[in-house]
């Protein structure tokens, strides 16, 4: 059998915005996605606040202060705030 390893193909993401907009319907589908990926976001950004929540309370709190003086709700973790 083939052993196969694993070779990473480097990704210059605005590059492949730039081409991938220029296609007919790109643009209505990526807005229809903004939500999505917005929710994903989040989500990710609110894993790693959590887990300064857990380990360094300070730091934390000190992150969501400037989010939240800044008004970035949407990054804001505003579960454990309450």
Do not use: C
Not at 22 to 34: D, T, V
Not at 54 to 78: H, I, K, M, P, V
């Amino acid at each position: 059998m083939v052993e196969l390893a694993y070779q990473p193909v480097p990704h210059d993401h605005d590059k492949f915005l730039a081409r991938a907009r220029q296609r007919p319907g790109f643009g209505a589908a990526y807005k229809r996605l903004a939500v999505d990926y917005a929710i994903a976001g989040n989500h990710h950004r609110q894993e790693e606040s959590m887990s300064l929540y857990e380990t360094d309370f300070y730091a934390w709190a000190n992150q969501q202060a400037g989010l939240l003086r800044a008004g970035d709700l949407s990054a804001a973790d505003l579960a454990n705030s309450a």
